[in-house]
């Protein structure tokens, strides 16, 4: 079960099932950030790594996604408006040789979690670019530690942070309860209002149909 010291239990509260390496959770990076900040002082939110590619479906990106190169980035691209970088296309996507695995994203997910849970949506977005945008191999440890400089955290303890298996256990306890609760897709916005749970979203929304279904699911009594 997620635990965040920061939830208020008389709060709506929205969990967002993603993935870093999840294409259409990049195109929707955006909009859930936008939400983040426009509702985080009157919704508390919580983000869970679901494990796209973790075990037998992590592997070279060619040969575990190859739709991405078949082009199903520009899917994302045309519906979403969020561009794919000339640095993941020309480089990892062109020699196949990144390897998705969900694992390294999940864990550095949760050491903002821990540290700076206000910060866990900018820093999810920062990935996303970080990985298709500026093309970033999730397996690279060491490379993390720049981009949790751009919100305040110290490069070096970052990068001591994603050696703990503390951290591999919490991003494990995120697969599991993403698991658990049968959602089958990313990127997935359930709203729990009292006993109620409300799916906003499965799959990619734009911003103005997400935040219409959200006000109406908050001021119905």
């Known amino acids: 079960m997620y635990n965040d010291s ?42 869970i790594s679901g494990g796209l590619f973790i075990g037998k479906e992590a592997g070279l990106i060619n ?23 000339e640095a993941f296309l020309k480089g990892p996507l062109e020699d196949g040789k990144m390897i998705l695995n969900s694992v390294p994203p999940a864990m550095a997910l949760c050491i903002i979690k821990e540290y700076m ?8 977005d920062i990935l996303h670019k970080a990985v ?15 981009y949790a400089e751009k919100i305040g955290f ?9 050696k703990e298996v503390t951290y ?3 991003a494990y306890k995120d697969f599991l309860f993403y698991n658990s609760q049968h959602i089958h897709g990313f990127p997935t916005l359930i709203l729990e209002k009292g006993n109620e749970k409300i799916a906003l979203t499965r799959g990619y929304a734009s911003y103005e149909v ?12």
């Open 6 to 47: 920061f939830v208020d239990m008389n709060k709506p509260k929205i969990i967002y099932y993603t993935d870093v390496l999840c294409g259409w959770c990049y195109g929707f990076g955006p909009v859930i950030s936008k939400i983040y900040n426009e509702y985080c002082k009157e919704i508390d939110f919580t983000l």
């Open 63 to 85: 040969e575990v996604a190859p739709h991405i190169k078949q082009g199903a980035y520009k899917s994302v691209e045309n519906l979403t408006g969020v561009l794919f970088g």
């Open 117 to 124: 849970p206000e910060k866990v949506f900018e820093f999810a």
């Open 132 to 146: 298709y945008f500026d093309g970033m191999h999730p397996e690279e440890i060491t490379a993390y530690g720049k």
């Open 154 to 162: 110290s490069s070096k303890d970052f990068v001591s942070k994603m």
């Open 168 to 170: 591999y256990n919490k």
């Open 210 to 221: 997400l935040k219409n279904h959200l006000d109406s699911y908050l001021i119905e009594k």
